[in-house]
């Protein structure tokens, strides 16, 4: 399956953390600087944090000192550590290579923060 997949998500309330995975059997992601994207109702996707393959690292300014992505190139996976979540942070999380390519889209993961 090209898509990959993305899991982790749910409910969290103000301040609290979750941990999203993101993982493709047949995409080798050592081979690719790797992203994170959301998209909130009514808002356009956009990167939310990138990890290139010597894992220099990028994130948009609402999370910095938030949000921390790594990669696990042994496993194929990527994650995304979000700390401190805030309301402005429910959206639907994505992984993808980075630049992104359309293939790649799953189906998403729902990250939403209330209290």
């Known amino acids: 399956q090209v898509q990959l997949v993305e899991s982790g998500g749910g409910l969290a309330q103000p301040g609290g953390s979750l941990r999203l995975s993101c993982v493709n059997s047949?995409?080798?992601?050592?081979?690719?600087?790797m992203g994170w994207y959301r998209q909130a109702p009514g808002k356009e996707r956009e990167l939310v944090a990138r990890i290139t393959i010597p894992r220099a690292t990028y994130y948009t300014d609402s999370v910095k000192g938030r949000f921390k992505i790594s990669r696990d190139d042994a496993k194929n996976l990527l994650y995304l550590q979000m700390n401190s979540l805030k309301p402005e942070d429910t959206a639907a999380y994505y992984c993808?290579?980075?630049?992104?390519?359309?293939?790649?889209w799953g189906q998403g993961t729902q990250v939403t923060v209330s209290s």
């Open positions: 047949i995409l080798t992601f050592r081979h690719y600087s």
């Open positions: 993808n290579i980075n630049p992104a390519m359309e293939p790649y």
